[in-house]
T-cell receptor
Framework: ETGVTQTPRHLVMGMTNKKSLKCEQHLGHNAMYWYKQSAKKPLELMFVYNFKEQTENNSVPSRFSPECPNSSHLFLHLHTLQPEDSALYLC????????????FGQGTRLTVV | AQTVTQSQPEMSVQEAETVTLSCTYDTSENNYYLFWYKQPPSRQMILVIRQEAYKQQNATENRFSVNFQKAAKSFSLKISDSQLGDTAMYFCAFMKLGAGSYQLTFGKGTKLSVIP
């Protein structure tokens, strides 16, 4: 266990549904990240939050909407997704500073039907 | 922008043998970190080893060591005495230093299978 917890582990949703992914850490980290992991592609950084402020939005479509209510929680709200959005969504957190590793959650396996 | 290339999509190694996974990267930065992460079937990414670019000495962590060639922009991972639990996807990652959010850029990964 890395201390980063993601729920749900698996999610199947229709293209017209609205759902949310949750990430939680109580490691005292101030930076949190959403990554998308698709087969045979590098992990794609989606969003970065530092001290609850979004500092990066890596050209992610608006059907993905992040929310960071506090330093311990990160959400990814999903609506009107496409089948190509099916992937493993990974959350990570880090303490501030360069010499700190990122801790990852186990991911949410999302299938859009 | 930085890119990370892992040219070996899949590899296999006999238990107790040694295997080397390759990674090259492209950057104009001088200060950065390099990482190897392991993702077992449980899906949780775990840090294996890290290397600071300003350090010439190669990092080692028990059975894991790296061969860092800064001029060649190469960062390979050597696993000695391979164990069945080493079966996983291995990702090479780059992080540039400086103001900002310290983003990790990952390669596509190498799937390693340890054969009994």
């Amino acid at each position: 266990e890395t201390g980063v917890t993601q729920t749900p582990r698996h999610l199947v949703m229709g293209m017209t549904n609205k759902k949310s992914l949750k990430c939680e850490q109580h490691l005292g980290h101030n930076a949190m990240y959403w990554y998308k992991q698709s087969a045979k592609k590098p992990l794609e950084l989606m969003f970065v939050y530092n001290f609850k402020e979004q500092t990066e939005n890596n050209s992610v479509p608006s059907r993905f909407s992040p929310e960071c209510p506090n330093s311990s929680h990160l959400f990814l709200h999903l609506h009107t997704l496409q089948p190509e959005d099916s992937a493993l969504y990974l959350c990570a957190s880090r303490a501030q500073g360069p010499n700190t590793e990122a801790f990852f959650g186990q991911g949410t396996r999302l299938t859009v039907v | 922008a930085q890119t990370v290339t892992q040219s070996q999509p899949e590899m296999s190694v006999q238990e107790a043998e040694t295997v080397t996974l390759s990674c090259t990267y492209d950057t104009s930065e001088n200060n950065y970190y390099l990482f190897w992460y392991k993702q077992p079937p449980s899906r949780q990414m775990i840090l294996v080893i890290r290397q600071e670019a300003y350090k010439q000495q190669n990092a080692t962590e028990n059975r894991f060591s790296v061969n860092f060639q800064k001029a060649a922009k190469s960062f390979s991972l050597k696993i000695s005495d391979s164990q069945l639990g080493d079966t996983a996807m291995y990702f090479c990652a780059f992080m540039k230093l400086g103001a900002g959010s310290y983003q990790l850029t990952f390669g596509k990964g190498t799937k390693l299978s340890v054969i009994p």
